[in-house]
DNA sequence: TCAAAAGTAGACCGACTTGTCTACATACAC
DNA sequence: GTGTATGTAGACAAGTCGGTCTACTTTTGA
């Protein structure tokens, strides 16, 4: 593992766990075990240190999305997401970390101003997360031949995940309620 | 309006615009035009201050969404609950203030610790907004006497409602797309 | 009328912030 | 072997943070 990739691991768990503005340069230092000029070699400033964070959880978090959302009926697709989350909030996804929300919208919380690049690449993660409901959707045979019905129920579906993490989130995990599986059958039903 | 009022107006419009930690107690003098000893008088503390803004914005944001919540039918609770955000999202609600996603869920982001008196506030307002929700079910004819079945509603449509509102603030209000009437006819019908 | 309460202005404190820079050590390619 | 790149350690700059405090002014109520 190169220096990079290490400062980025640190951070990355750092910025999850505690915040963005909470988490300042020294904790990473510290706890990586890295010189401040050597971070500073590797990353511009810290704004930019965050971006490459985000972009390693995007790749991250997406690799593990994509597995969950691979099944060949539509209404598999929507139990296994929903399956999927629930280990998530569960700590029990390894590759994800300890659940602490979706790391994008609570990134998106501290950068307000949509203009910001780290604004820009939360949005284009949520873009990217609908977008495989989507190709997932349209993989199913009861689907293919409909991009609408395909694209609102990949809305629909990606609407709920949203509210589930938010609520786990701030819940702290208590009264999580998931959607029944009649529920789910109405939405993927064509 | 008293000297405390003031304060809380002033910083809770600068907390939800631009997030809890980016704001410093100067920057809130400086808005509110008051002296730093008086804000000391009245609140102890930053995180004194922050509570204080919360409990604002949770009386704030109860009253508008009950009246949204008070409607004769189940059905009607749902379609008028969606259309109020979608009115809140275009900035089209003014006691709301410009749209910037749920004070409390960003603030939740921004303060992890479950235990942190912060924390529990925002989770204290969703199972408030949980209840009004609850509450209004139970006042329709057809779900006064199911107990069960309106829970399981409330929770449905507050999934949906926190989902619609991550989705708005992290994409800007892009690619926005509100449930369907037939989606929340199937979840409201008994 | 006059004392107490509540306000203003802003200096000041210590701790912390991001980011730069110097001085030195290590590792590796030619 | 030697030069270049990459690393370490940490002092330092310049500014911000939350919070305290003094000195003075205004408001208010008995």
Redesign the interface.
Known sequence: MTKQEHIVNTALTLFY???L??VGINEILAESNVAKKTLYNHFASKDELICACLAKRDTQFNSWFEEVCNKPLAIEVAISLFAGLKLWFANQVPKLGNF???F???A?????N?QHPI?KQ??QH??TI?DIILTALLATPELKNNKVKAL?IA??L??????????A????N??L?M??IT?LK??TQS
């Open positions: 766990t505690k915040g503005h909470a602490n929300g979706c994008f919208i609570n998106a919380a501290e950068y307000p949509a604004a939360c949005m949520k873009q609908l609102e809305h629909t990606l609407t709920i995940k949203e509210g589930l993490i938010c609520q989130r701030v819940m702290h208590q009264f309620v959607p029944s529920l109405h939405i």
